[in-house]
């Protein structure tokens, strides 16, 4: 053979060769996404909800689906309606989410995280829950945070602090409108009334990185 004819084979197996590695390594495998709508739901204490937790295939992905349900505030109660269900490619599979607040439930803002599994493959959404305080709402400091940091609370309600740290901590609002001044270790701050309408953050004056802020609604 003639040495060019050598040379161009060589050169024609090297690129038809990192065709096919790069074939490989771009060859996207069937899967599937989730989500659910909408981002954040507000919901009295003693009331229900729900959400639409939509699975859509990629790639003609197809399997049976379970779902799981993390961890939830203690009086929250999260069912999703999925016995039995498949994923097809031909269609979307779509999920009710059921949320049962009932009225002992703790005030503020947590996250509801639906994770699905379809033959191993594991993808996850996240929808926020925002329980509206009514009455008398508790926050609790602990391990340099307050929880909730960020609450809603029908107007005329009343906000309490308790301090579990060993650390003294206030919650100071940002206009000066209210002030629990220094907590001790358990000590629980004077009732703070909310009768208007408005966003009202506050923040520790020893440690000024802790912060948090109530929404008073109608
Ligand atoms: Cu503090």
């Not at 992905?61 to 039995?84: A, H, L, T």
């Not at 803002?109 to 033959?119: F, R």
């Not at 005329?156 to 901590?169: R, T, Y």
């Amino acid at each position: 053979m003639h040495k060019n004819a050598v040379i161009l084979a060589v050169i024609v197996i090297f690129i038809g060769l990192n065709i096919s590695i790069g074939y490989i390594a771009f060859a996207a495998e069937p899967d599937y996404i989730i989500s659910m709508v909408p981002n954040v739901n507000s919901v009295y204490r003693g009331n229900s909800l729900s959400y639409d937790l939509t699975l859509t295939s990629i790639r003609d992905f197809e399997s049976k689906i379970d779902v799981k349900v993390n961890d939830v505030p203690e009086g929250v109660d999260v069912v999703v309606e999925s016995k039995g269900a498949m994923l097809s490619s031909e269609e979307d599979l779509i999920f009710k989410v059921n949320v049962k607040v009932d009225s002992e439930a703790p005030a503020g803002l947590y996250d509801i995280v639906i994770e699905a599994n379809g033959n191993g493959l594991v993808r996850s959404a996240t929808s926020q829950l925002n329980i509206i305080g009514t009455d008398q709402i508790i926050v609790v400091i602990e391990d340099f945070w307050y929880f909730p940091n960020n609450l809603t609370i029908r107007a005329g309600s009343e906000v309490i602090w308790v301090n579990k740290d060993f650390a003294a901590h206030t919650a100071t609002a940002n206009n000066g409108e209210f002030d629990t001044k220094l907590l001790q270790q358990n000590q629980v701050s004077l009732a703070i009334v909310f009768d208007k309408v408005g966003i009202y953050p506050w923040f520790c004056v020893p440690h000024p990185q802790m912060v948090g802020a109530v929404k008073v609604v109608e």
